[in-house]
């Protein structure tokens, strides 16, 4: 099981993969400026687009995996 780090980070840009998927670039105080892959965000009634709108502020949930990391959850 891969470990869980949540932080408050800043959305400055969003990049789109694929059909559904995006690339967030993230400004965070403990981990600084992280690239992480944002799954299902671009589906119609996805419950994290919202919390990762550009230049949003948010609760985020990273997790760090083989390829680099990734968003499980924001708020």
């Known amino acids: 099981m891969r470990h869980k780090y ?3 980070g800043s959305v400055l840009s969003r990049t789109p993969v694929g059909e559904a998927s995006s690339f967030v670039i993230l400004l965070t105080p403990e981990l600084g400026l992280v690239r992480a ?3 299902s965000v671009r589906n119609p009634g ?3 687009a919202h ?3 550009t230049f949003s502020e948010s609760d ?7 390829d680099g ?3 499980s959850g924001a708020v």
Not at 61 to 66: A, D, E, F, K, Y
Request: aromatic share 4%.
């Open 60 to 66: 985020i949930v990273l997790v760090r995996g083989r």
């Open 69 to 71: 990391w990734r968003i």
């Open 46 to 48: 996805a419950k994290l």
């Open 6 to 8: 949540e932080t408050r």
């Open 37 to 39: 892959l944002a799954q």
């Open 51 to 53: 919390a990762l709108a």
